[in-house]
């Protein structure tokens, strides 16, 4: 069975950084779509970013274009997101989850298998 373990959030000021990681365990991590969630309380869960298999291609929500990086390392199972001028906005728990199947959606009810999530805070 598939794992996934967020490492990275915290506490940070606004307008400050911080990375991401998803270690998955299992031997096809390099043949899944990954994709970052965030969720607030209250809200639902919202897409963030995703990544295709090889890593080629990227996609991002409006709200976080320019500022929020998606990559992945296939080599160590790790897809990463990279956070800079964070928002007071944008706290909320963030969650990878991996598809096996074509296609890169932004729905989350598209994705097979979750993490426990980080929380990330920003402060103002």
């Known amino acids: 069975q598939v794992q996934l373990v967020e490492s990275g959030g915290g506490l940070v000021q606004a307008g400050g950084s911080l990375r991401l990681s998803c270690a998955v365990s299992?031997?096809?991590?390099?043949?899944?779509?990954m994709g970052w969630f965030r969720q607030a309380p209250g809200k639902e869960r919202e897409f963030v970013a995703a990544?295709?298999?090889?890593?080629?291609?990227?996609y991002y929500a409006d709200s976080v274009k320019g500022r929020f990086t998606i990559s992945r390392d296939n080599a160590k199972n790790t897809v990463y997101l990279q956070m800079n001028t964070l928002r007071t906005e944008e706290t909320a728990g963030y969650y990878c989850?991996?598809?096996?199947?074509?296609?890169?959606?932004?729905?989350?009810?598209?994705?097979?298998?979750w993490g426990q999530g980080a929380q990330v805070t920003v402060s103002s």
């Open positions: 990544i295709s298999w090889s890593g080629g291609s990227t």
């Open positions: 989850a991996i598809r096996r199947s074509v296609g890169v959606p932004r729905s989350p009810t598209a994705y097979d298998c």
């Open positions: 299992g031997r096809t991590f390099s043949s899944y779509v």
